[in-house]
């Protein structure tokens, strides 16, 4: 096989965020071995389009500057199960059986079941000619299959039997539906292999313990072995005899443990992060959440694909000078084969802030698309990269990292995992995501630095803290702030991050909500699991794929996945108005309603001429695009929202979001989906004394931009942003 496509250098850290004195450890590959330096740099503009503010940074190696050697760190991706003691047998016939589930036939052999004796191997496989067995004993490898190809997505009990004693092998499969077809039995002569007595390890959905390879992509459901031999299987889905051992994954969902339920307890763990909590082979459709029935999800998907944690070891570790002030930094890489950036994020001290204004870094978003392909990186994309000096890596190009949860796997699956603990391409200074005709095309973490860049512009001081921190720590975390300032896409959020903003809100905070579609889907983290976010694509809402039925909890923390909204928080009742409208990467401009004129809200537009604004930006050319929000009293904008601006003549990409229509013609709010195209900028106050500014568009924070932090956008932000962060 062709070995897979890597950066000349690249990196991640253990974290996105930490404190002045603390340590990162920082995880680096240079696949030449070549030396390499890193030094450290404040990020001020992400933004290399040099219409715009540019690549703008600190350079601070007179604090840190490193040589070190450079060595290669592989990625070794795919999830499966190892066990690292398999049961032991006495003399006679053994099977191995499971319960298997592909929608898409393996081209080549992948392993369901592997048991290893020194340099003894027995697989129990599937592929594109049924089920397969794979004997090997020292360099000689031995392999038969059925000849009768599954039928995708149907469920199958496959087998392999072994009789040393006799001297042959029986392997079967049948599915648990006749209709499925694909029955098939077959015996043949062992011809000298002699299988070992058991004790070694066993990998499901993947061979070698030591390296796993031969991945299966699909579902798998009760692996087991089995005293005796099988010639055939009547009864497909009853559970097996005579068992050794027999892994249940109705046991543990949440974990990445696998528990053996057989005489022997042979328990083991779980590799990359397969997903859990789906239907197995015996889920009837009467219960939908695996919490209340896990017997009808004691099935794990398995990707050839799946990556939860590069699993590097540290290269150097950094800490963060104690009088380090609160910013977006990053370790910039370098070596003769070429550079890359690891950004990270330092907080303010424990003992307490260092500003009255803190900006929310949107990390839980950033991962979702953390490396998202979008089969975008022609040639004039390309072109513009080089010749603005753009990031030069795109993740069209680098599979090896991992995809995001806007990807599918080769199964065509959801991604519903996606892991920070691997280099992320997408979160680098200078990323284009689009080729944006009228703009910068920057989104996220690159899109974000807008944001910064016109608070260092405007002199504001500043501290920064990501949602994970909030995750954690809750309110408290915010409650020394004035301000919280959101980033331009805040889409992805837990139930403490809303939480900690309501509470921040409701007892006198002011906040920005500085975009568009936030707080939007739901996911799930737990601390038995660092670094890693799950999210799946439950029922409403614009998805890049839908979970399937009977799926839509977390096995995370077992809880309804999906959209905020479903789950009865819909982002009005947090920022006043909520997802509404969609279309391409462009925008168009706003118009001041009679609202923004009463003398209760004109300090927001003072300085501010004319009734429209906001036909210009570096995100789409236009300050209302991409992504619009509106308020809605019936989904939770509190009493008091006053809407002050509104966009207008959407562009012809635009669409109504799936979750507002009830049909091509009704929507929800009973308005007509052509009027639902709209994006609102609103206002409200909190009983406990707290506000909330809202600007309903992705591209807003783009526009603060025009030939220097000038012009009506700039103008509306710096109001607010005095007025919020002001004593009193």
């Known amino acids: 096989m062709t070995a897979p496509r890597e950066l000349p250098i690249t990196g991640y850290l253990d974290r996105f965020?930490?404190?002045?004195?603390?340590?990162?450890?920082?995880?680096?590959?240079?696949?030449?071995?070549?030396?390499?330096?890193?030094?450290?740099?404040?990020?001020?503009?992400?933004?290399?389009?040099?219409?715009?503010p540019g690549l703008r940074f600190e350079d601070l190696t007179g604090r840190f500057s490193a040589g070190f050697q450079g060595r290669h760190q592989p990625v070794r991706s795919g999830s499966c199960a190892v066990i690292p003691s398999g049961p032991r047998r006495g003399p006679g016939p053994v099977t191995w059986t499971v319960l298997v589930w592909a929608a898409v036939l393996p081209d080549r052999t992948a392993a369901l079941i592997s048991e290893a004796q020194g340099d003894v191997m027995v697989t129990l496989g599937l592929g594109a000619q049924g089920a397969v067995a794979r004997?090997?004993?020292?360099?000689?490898?031995?392999?038969?299959?059925?000849?009768?190809?599954?039928?995708?997505?149907?469920?199958?009990?496959?087998?392999?039997?072994?009789?040393?004693?006799?001297?042959?092998?029986?392997?079967?499969?049948?599915?648990?539906?006749?209709?499925?077809?694909?029955?098939?039995?077959?015996?043949?002569?062992?011809e000298g292999f002699q299988p070992s007595g058991g004790g070694g390890p066993v990998v499901i959905a993947a061979e070698d313990a030591a390296e796993p390879c031969a991945h299966f992509t699909g579902k798998l459901e009760e692996p087991a072995l089995l005293a005796g031999a099988r010639t055939s299987w009547p009864e497909p889905l009853r559970r097996p005899e005579r068992v050794l051992a027999l892994w249940d994954f109705a046991r543990g969902i949440p974990t990445q443990s696998v528990s053996d339920i057989g005489p022997q307890a042979c328990h083991g763990s779980l590799r990359n992060v397969p997903t859990r909590a789906v239907v197995g082979a015996r889920w009837s459709g009467d219960e939908m959440c695996w919490r209340h029935r896990p017997e009808d999800y004691a099935a794990i998907h398995f990707h050839a694909d799946d990556l939860g944690d590069c699993g590097w070891r540290t290269d150097f570790r950094?800490?963060?000078?104690?009088?380090?002030?609160?910013?977006?930094?990053?370790?910039?890489?370098?070596?003769?084969?070429?550079?890359?950036w690891l950004p990270f994020y330092v907080l303010p001290p424990r003992g307490g802030p260092t500003a009255d204004i803190v900006f929310l870094a949107s990390t839980f978003t950033y991962?979702?698309?953390?490396?998202?392909?979008?089969?975008?990186?022609?040639?004039?994309?390309?072109?513009?990269?080089?010749?603005?000096?753009?990031?030069?890596?795109?993740?069209?190009?680098?599979?090896?990292?991992?995809?995001?949860?806007?990807?599918?796997?080769?199964?065509?699956n959801g991604i519903a995992f996606s892991s920070r603990l691997r280099p992320?391409?997408?979160?680098?200074?200078?990323?284009?995501?689009?080729?944006?005709?009228?703009?910068?095309?920057?989104?996220?973490?690159?899109?974000?630095?807008?944001?910064?860049?016109?608070?260092?512009?405007?002199?504001?001081?500043?501290?920064?803290?990501?949602?994970?921190?909030?995750?954690?720590?809750?309110?408290?975390?915010?409650?020394?702030?004035?301000?919280?300032?959101?980033?331009?896409?805040?889409?992805?959020?837990?139930?403490?991050?809303?939480?900690?903003?309501?509470?921040?809100?409701?007892?006198?905070?002011?906040?920005?909500?500085?975009?568009?579609?936030?707080?939007?889907?739901?996911?799930?983290?737990?601390?038995?699991?660092?670094?890693?976010?799950?999210?799946?694509?439950?029922?409403?809402?614009?998805?890049?794929?839908?979970?399937?039925?009977?799926?839509?909890?977390?096995?995370?923390?077992?809880q309804y996945g999906g959209l905020w909204r479903r789950n009865r928080r819909p982002p009005q009742a947090l920022a006043g108005v909520g997802f509404s409208a969609q279309g391409l990467f462009e925008g168009t401009r706003y118009r001041r309603l009679p609202a923004s004129h009463a003398p209760e809200h004109a300090w927001i537009f003072e300085g501010v001429e004319g009734e429209t604004f906001g036909d210009y930006g570096l995100s789409g050319g236009?300050?209302?695009?991409?992504?619009?929000?509106?308020?809605?009293?019936?989904?939770?904008?509190?009493?008091?929202?006053?809407?002050?601006?509104?966009?207008?003549?959407?562009?012809?990409?635009?669409?109504?979001?799936?979750?507002?229509?009830?049909?091509?013609?009704?929507?929800?709010?009973?308005?007509?989906?052509?009027?639902?195209?709209?994006g609102e900028i609103a206002w409200f106050e909190t009983p406990g004394g707290g506000a909330v500014f809202a600007v309903g568009s992705i591209t807003f924070c783009g526009s603060l931009w025009r030939e220097g932090f000038e012009g009506p956008v700039s103008r509306v932000m710096e109001n607010v942003v005095r007025r919020f962060s002001a004593s009193g």
């Open 367 to 412: 991962q979702a698309y953390a490396n998202h392909a979008r089969g975008n990186a022609d040639a004039a994309y390309r072109a513009r990269v080089a010749a603005w000096g753009a990031y030069p890596h795109n993740p069209d190009d680098y599979p090896v990292y991992g995809r995001s949860t806007y990807n599918r796997h080769p199964d065509r």
């Open 17 to 52: 965020s930490r404190r002045p004195g603390e340590t990162f450890a920082v995880q680096v590959s240079v696949p030449s071995g070549e030396p390499y330096r890193a030094r450290l740099l404040r990020v001020i503009s992400g933004d290399p389009n040099p219409a715009g």
């Open 424 to 558: 992320i391409l997408t979160m680098r200074p200078g990323f284009l995501t689009f080729n944006d005709a009228r703009g910068s095309g920057l989104r996220h973490y690159p899109a974000d630095t807008h944001i910064l860049a016109w608070l260092e512009d405007k002199g504001f001081s500043f501290d920064i803290v990501t949602d994970e921190d909030l995750h954690e720590e809750g309110a408290a975390l915010l409650a020394p702030y004035r301000l919280v300032m959101t980033g331009s896409h805040p889409e992805y959020h837990t139930a403490p991050t809303l939480d900690a903003l309501a509470a921040f809100t409701a007892g006198g905070g002011r906040m920005m909500y500085l975009g568009g579609n936030g707080f939007y889907w739901r996911i799930a983290c737990v601390p038995e699991l660092p670094g890693m976010i799950e999210l799946r694509r439950a029922e409403g809402g614009i998805r890049a794929w839908a979970a399937e039925p009977g799926e839509y909890h977390h096995q995370l923390d077992g």
């Open 318 to 340: 950094f800490t963060v000078p104690p009088d380090l002030r609160s910013g977006a930094y990053a370790l910039h890489l370098s070596c003769g084969a070429g550079e890359d």
């Open 622 to 678: 236009g300050a209302a695009g991409f992504e619009l929000d509106r308020a809605d009293a019936s989904l939770g904008s509190p009493p008091g929202t006053v809407v002050l601006a509104r966009s207008e003549e959407p562009p012809s990409s635009f669409v109504t979001v799936p979750e507002e229509l009830l049909s091509h013609l009704a929507t929800v709010s009973g308005e007509t989906p052509e009027a639902l195209k709209r």
């Open 135 to 190: 004997f090997r004993q020292g360099a000689t490898v031995r392999e038969v299959a059925t000849g009768v190809p599954l039928a995708e997505r149907g469920w199958y009990r496959l087998w392999l039997s072994l009789d040393a004693d006799a001297g042959c092998f029986d392997l079967g499969q049948v599915p648990l539906a006749e209709a499925s077809g694909g029955v098939a039995a077959l015996r043949g002569a062992l």
